[in-house]
């Protein structure tokens, strides 16, 4: 599978040095396995991650997970974290700006793509395409197009490990927020309901697996309701 860049394959001079890459990284599964691919490929050289962090409550926006454990992450990838701090509630514009200064910082430091764990909502993926092209980066979408289930098995069958740590609960119960994302809960999981969450039903954190070089302990902490999502902290 070549890697889906701004519609085309990415062509790579393997004697000269590889075109260097951040990773959207949202701590979930489906970036980290991201990171696993590209770096088994060798086309590009991943030279940090980029969160999102909300600055209210110190944690990855959406997923939820403390800024601590994030980190903690970025050292088991062996790479450096770069942090873009948004509001919250954070307005699109305003989203907009804070990822505008960061990939100004890139390209100041003489990055050239962007990787996105996403995996086929089309829309998704033009917004990433045409905000990048507004600064002439692009954009790499290493999982494109593969068929969520067995994208899924192939993860958790290399020793990915991950919580699910956010539930939208009008797309999926709420009891599943904090539990393992496995091979038990891809069968308990309802036939509406994409196994790698892609509508947005559930976000994940990952602890372990081949793009780390140790396992990250974490335990459940409390789960609470806030803003219309249901949320399971996690604590190391």
Same mark, same amino acid.
């Given at each position: 599978m070549a890697f889906a860049e701004g519609g085309s394959a990415m062509t790579q001079n393997k004697k000269g040095p590889r075109p260097k890459a951040w990773l959207a990284w949202s701590s979930g599964k489906d970036s980290a396995w991201s990171l696993h691919v590209v770096r088994e490929r060798g086309e590009l050289e991943v030279v940090a991650l980029l969160t999102t962090v909300n600055q209210t409550h110190a944690r990855v926006a959406m997923h939820a997970v403390r800024?601590?454990?994030?980190?903690?992450?970025?050292?088991?990838?062996?790479?450096?974290?770069?942090? *873009?701090?948004?509001?919250?509630?954070?307005?699109?514009?305003?989203?907009?700006?804070?990822?505008? *200064?960061?990939?100004?910082?890139?390209q100041s430091e003489g990055v050239t793509h962007v990787i996105f764990g996403d995996l086929f909502l089309d829309d998704v993926r033009r917004y990433r395409e045409e905000?990048?092209?507004k600064c002439g980066m692009t954009p790499v979408f290493p999982l494109w197009g593969v068929p969520t289930r067995r994208l899924a098995e192939e993860?958790?069958?290399?020793?990915?490990?991950?919580?699910?740590?956010? *539930?939208?609960?009008?797309?999926?119960?709420?009891?599943?927020?904090?539990?393992?994302?496995n091979a038990t809960l891809l069968e308990d999981l309802p036939s509406s309901v994409d196994p790698c969450g892609e509508y947005g039903?559930?976000?994940?954190?990952?602890?372990?697996?081949?793009?780390?070089?140790?396992?990250i302990a974490v335990r459940r902490g409390e789960i609470v309701e806030r803003d219309g999502f249901v949320f399971a902290d996690l604590l190391a």
């Open positions: 800024q601590s454990l994030l980190e903690t992450q970025a050292a088991a990838a062996g790479l450096p974290l770069r942090v *873009v701090p948004i509001p919250w509630p954070c307005p699109n514009q305003e989203y907009e700006r804070a990822m505008a *200064v960061a990939l100004s910082r890139a905000n990048l092209a993860m958790i069958a290399s020793g990915l490990r991950s919580y699910i740590t956010c *539930v939208d609960p009008q797309k999926l119960d709420k009891s599943f927020a904090g539990r393992e994302w039903e559930f976000h994940t954190f990952a602890c372990a697996g081949p793009m780390f070089s140790e396992p």
